[in-house]
Structures are given as C-alpha cells and as structure tokens.
C-alpha cells in the first residue's frame, strides 16, 4: 500500500491510541484471569495464521492471483513462524531456544510497523468504514498483535530473559535475513525491506550502494535488537528491585 494518511497525523494517531488501548486491555485480562499459558500461545498462533490468510484471500480474490511481494518473508512473518512453534512443538528446548527472537525481533516489527506505517496505513486519511480501509483495519490490528503476544511471554514468566540469550535472538533473526535476501534475490522483491527498501527510511543509501545498503539495514535490525533486548532487562532488573 502506498502512503497518503500523514505519518503523526490523525488517522496514525488515532490507530495507535486504539491499538495501545487494545493491547493494554488485553493484558490487563490475560493477568486478570489467568488462563493457561499453553493455551495462549495457541490462541496467538491461530490468530497470526488467520489474520495472516484473510489478508492473503483478500488480495487474491482482489487482484486474481497470488500476490508475491505478500509472500511470508517481511519482518512481521516471522510471529507466523515463531508462536506455531512455541505453540505447538512439545521440545522446551526448541522454544527457549525461539523465545529471545519471539519477544524482541517480534516486538521491534510490531513497533516499527506501527509508528512508521507507510506500507500499512492504506490510501484515505480517516478510518472510515470502507474497502480501502479493509487492509489498514487488518493491519494495525496484525501488528498490534505482535506487540501484545511478545509482552505476554515476558510478564507470564514463559520468557525469562538474560543477557546470553540475545545470541539466540540474533541466530534465528539472521536465519530469516538471510531466507529474506535469498528469496529477494530468486522473486526480485523486497522482503524485510532488504533490496528496494520502499518505505524504509535509509533507502537513500541504495544509491551510495546496494550491498552497502543492505548490510546497513541488517547491522540496524541486529542493533535494535541488542536495545530492546537491553532495555527490557533493565526494566525488569529496576522492577525487582523496587519490589523487594
């Protein structure tokens, strides 16, 4: 989708405001009753899958055929990847070792999706109740999702996390950069933003360089990462603190 909504302007603001007020509300629920955690993650697993298929049914019944550059290689797939198998997979290995990129590659792509929403934010300027604002609707809700789901790992105590599992964050997040380039490089797209880079920023550097570019987008993905993984421990470090 190409920008016409202002960045900051009242349709974004107003979608975050909306977005924040959901994932709050549902956090306050799932502490309030305490469902099975088991259960949760498999609730979070379907929804990214359903959501996930009816934007894909959308656009195909939209445009007659399967819509490529929607191929499950942007940054936001990987939550389609990552909670099936923390769902689903009985190895605790396995999910200790998914859990570091589940919370904070996850949450990063839910974050960065929604306060720079040029690809999602649709083509009118206000959140009517229209068909071009189907896809926006779907959007927001998906990516406020992943911010919901990945703050849940952590304040249900599935996650614990600790300094040396950002290895295991940048292992799986460098697995799917890498998937990405090679199926950018074979379909000619631009997943994870890697080689065209519409809507990124830093796109500018394409011009300096390509391979430059994409080494820049990929050190700034891996560095994001260190800082939400750091900043998280420092909050939950002060939050021990104080509660002692």
Not at 201 to 225: C, D, H, K
Request: aromatic share 14%.
């Amino acid at each position: 989708m190409l920008l016409s909504a202002a960045l900051f302007g009242t349709k974004h603001i107003s979608g975050l405001i909306i977005v924040v007020t959901l994932v709050i509300i549902g956090l306050w629920l799932l502490e309030k009753y305490q469902p099975r955690k088991e259960r949760i993650l498999i609730i979070f697993a379907v929804l990214f899958l359903v959501l996930e298929s009816i934007k894909i049914v959308f656009l195909w019944v939209k445009t007659g055929n399967y819509p490529q550059n929607h191929l499950p290689f942007h940054l936001c797939s990987l939550p389609l990847y990552m909670y099936p198998l923390i769902a689903f997979v009985k190895s605790e290995k396995v999910k200790q070792f998914i859990y570091p990129a589940a919370y904070a590659t996850v949450l990063i792509g839910g974050f960065i999706a929604l306060l720079y929403p040029v690809n999602i934010i649709g083509e009118t300027d206000n959140w009517a109740l229209v068909k071009d604002n189907f896809l926006p609707y779907l959007s927001f809700v998906f990516h406020g999702l992943m911010i919901l789901a990945p703050i849940y790992l952590l304040r249900s105590g599935l996650y614990k996390i600790t300094f040396p599992k950002l290895r295991e964050a940048y292992i799986v997040s460098v697995i799917f950069m890498v998937m990405a380039i090679i199926v950018n490089t074979i379909l000619d797209q631009d997943f994870m933003l890697l080689n065209y880079g519409n809507g990124s920023p830093f796109q500018f550097i394409i011009e300096i360089n390509q391979i430059l570019y994409t080494v820049t987008m990929i050190l700034l993905g891996l560095l994001a990462i260190l800082i939400f993984h750091s900043v998280t421990i420092l909050i939950v470090r002060i939050k021990n603190y104080v509660t002692k």
